[in-house]
């Protein structure tokens, strides 16, 4: 019997997350059954069990697969062109309501919390760096008040549905220039 490499066994991992991740936004956590992720993905039940053992751990690993989207620069382009790209992965994906189900479990689940709160330092981090002039407690607390907004506006993108980015841009510039 031939073995299976490893590319093969990544993609079909990729596959289950990415059924997954599909289910949660359409349908949320509470609403979506391992035998759901099953029907989405296309694969048998073992073939789930085989990478994940509780649809928990999907939970997990569709978080930890969080994309690096920030803007690169603190400018008022950079950061449109961030919260445009934000208003369409919501209008594509339903991104912000898959982030909206994360937000809600990681407030029950300490595991999932840790992953979120691992990524929101690592995103105070990185627009604290992009503060070079700014001293560090200072740069701490813009970053702090930046990630809130974007995290606000990706909320209200779930809810809200279609949202200009606009007056979020020039609240995130407002609070970057002090």
Do not use: N, W
């Not at 339903?94 to 479990?105: D, S, T, W």
């Not at 702090?144 to 990706?154: I, P, Q, R």
Request: proline letters at 4%.
């Amino acid at each position: 019997m031939p073995r299976v490499g490893q590319a093969h066994l990544d993609a079909r991992r990729q596959q289950i997350l990415d059924a997954a991740r599909a289910r949660f936004a359409s349908h949320g956590f509470a609403r979506t059954s391992m035998a759901d992720v099953v029907a989405e993905s296309g694969l048998s039940t073992g073939a789930i069990y085989r990478y994940f053992t509780s649809k928990d751990e999907i939970v997990i690993a569709v978080c930890e697969q969080a994309s690096d989207a920030l803007p690169k620069a603190l400018t008022i382009e950079a950061v449109s062109g961030f919260l445009e790209h934000v208003r369409t992965l919501a209008r594509e994906t339903g991104h912000a309501r898959l982030v909206a189900q994360i937000y809600a479990e990681a407030a029950v689940s300490p595991a999932l919390a840790s992953v979120v709160q691992r990524q929101l330092s690592t995103m105070r981090a990185a627009v604290a760096e992009l503060l070079p002039d700014r001293q560090p407690d200072d740069a701490g607390q813009i970053a702090e008040a930046f990630v809130a907004v974007c995290g606000s506006y990706s909320q209200q993108l779930a809810v809200r549905g279609d949202l200009d980015p606009a007056p979020f841009a020039s609240a995130l510039m407002a609070i970057v220039r002090g």
